[in-house]
């Protein structure tokens, strides 16, 4: 049974918003000519602020230890593209939808393409996975897949990507995301060397098979499942690898995928200046790869990293298009008002980064005036641009309070009521 949420909701709630949201609006219009800013240039930009969602990320997330399911999970990938459009209908951002396989591998490709097509969404990145092992799969991946030792488990992790990248394709996804776990918990465990070219090896097996008009992106991780070394450890030997690879071979970097307190915004400055940046999985993180909501931790290292990427956005650098998706795990909150907040964070930090008046910045760093620099750039992050984005959603048929649409639409309890409990609670992220 399909659940959806009315665009007449949508409509009778925004009614009841406009005219403050009106006020707000030109008043900040007002505060931003006097900055030399057009308020109508940045809403377009918000408007056309695109980021992709996590199939994975609409159903309740856990750890190794737990695992809480909330009502109403999605227990297949039908339902997950329901859910996903439900965020889309609200915030308008989120029309592209990343797979994981075989998590959401479809009985039929073109009924789910149909399914998520009627919904305004399209399938963006395809996941592989080699971290875990299926029923009745012949060999296990408990020592590594794509760097396995064995050739036979290479080949069997390398055909799994070649049929990911085949439901990609018809899907009408356009590219196809790799992260591996492989490494060692043992000094001596793996050979460092050896294990790296074994990678290659492999990725190259599965680069040589990407469909036309696709990117590969390789996604680093320094540590977990592995927890001595990991093969595909930081982004300098993904760039190694990437570059490697060749043209259409990009490094793709999770933001929670850097110890505590890296600078990953000089990590994304690297990245566009030698034309390997792919693209993000957004989330945010304190201690590990926590997978916490994007922007709930960290949101000046958020604007941070869109000052990086609106810098090169308007230095038009070729081949400058990175993907934007969303990797997260929501172990407390209803998925969907996470995505929903999360996209919103990423639209404001990406609209606050076109605050930022370059030329006056470039000047701060030329005569060497740290304060006036780090001044140009809280002006912008300290800027509520809260009217843009919320006019740019109403503009385009969203919701100007998506939150408060969502827990008024009862979506949850009539989902939860229509979709028993699932009855595995076992622990592990999804
Ligand atoms: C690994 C990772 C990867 C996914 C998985 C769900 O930590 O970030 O992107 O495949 O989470
Ligand atoms: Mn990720």
Redesign the pocket.
């Known amino acids: 049974m399909a659940f959806d949420l009315t665009s007449d909701r949508i409509a009778a709630d925004n009614e009841r918003r406009l005219d403050f949201l009106q006020d707000d609006y030109d008043h900040l219009g007002l505060q931003l000519a006097r900055r030399h800013i057009d308020v109508e240039a940045l809403t377009a930009r918000a408007a056309a602020f695109r980021v992709a969602v ?1 199939s ?1 990320g609409v159903g309740t997330g856990g750890t190794r230890f737990a695992r809480f399911p909330g009502p109403g999970e999605p227990r297949s990938v039908f339902e997950k593209l329901e859910d996903c459009g439900v965020v889309f209908k609200l915030v308008r951002s989120t029309p592209g939808i990343s797979l ?1 396989i075989p998590w959401d591998r479809p009985e039929s490709i073109p009924v789910l393409r149909a399914f998520a097509e009627s919904r305004g969404l399209f399938i963006d990145s395809m ?1 592989s ?1 080699t ?1 875990q092992d299926q029923e009745g799969q012949p060999l296990s991946y408990k020592f590594g897949s794509l760097t396995h030792t064995d050739p036979a488990v290479r080949r069997q992790a390398i055909e799994h990507n070649l049929e990911c990248m085949r439901i990609g394709l018809d899907l009408g996804a356009r590219s196809h ?1 790799v ?1 591996i ?1 492989d490494g060692g918990n043992f000094p001596g465990q793996v050979h460092f060397r050896e294990s790296l070219e074994r990678y290659l090896e492999s990725l190259r097996a599965i680069y040589q098979n990407l469909p036309a008009g696709w990117r590969l992106f390789l ?1 680093h ?1 320094p540590y ?1 499942p592995a927890f001595y070394s990991t093969v595909l450890n930081d982004w300098g030997t993904s760039y190694y690898c990437a570059r490697e690879l060749g043209d259409r071979a990009f490094s ?1 970097v ?1 933001l ?2 850097h110890a505590p307190n890296t600078n990953v915004e000089q990590i994304v400055a690297r990245l566009i200046q030698l034309g390997k940046l792919g693209g993000f ?1 957004f989330n945010d993180s304190s201690f590990g ?1 926590d ?1 916490l909501d994007a922007g709930s931790v960290k949101p000046f290292q958020l604007f941070l990293i869109f000052n990086e990427l609106v810098d090169a956005e308007l230095g038009q650098l070729p081949g400058f298009d990175p993907a934007y998706m969303l ?1 997260q ?1 929501h172990n407390v909150t209803d998925p969907i008002e996470s995505l929903m907040t999360s996209a919103v964070e990423l639209a404001r930090a990406y609209v606050q980064a076109h605050l930022v008046d370059r030329r006056a910045l470039s000047s701060h760093q030329a005569s060497n005036d740290p304060m006036m620099a780090l001044h140009e750039l809280k002006q912008a992050f300290n800027t509520d641009v809260a009217p843009i984005l919320a006019m740019a959603r109403y503009r385009a048929g969203g919701a100007i309070d998506p939150l408060a649409v969502y827990r008024a639409s009862d979506y949850r309890q009539q989902v939860a009521r229509a979709r028993p409990p699932a009855a595995r609670t076992s622990a592990g ?2």
């Open positions: 996590p994975w994981h996941n996975n971290f995301t992260w776990g996604e991780k977990e793709l999770d929670g995928h999985h790869d997978d990797d795990s992220i999804v």
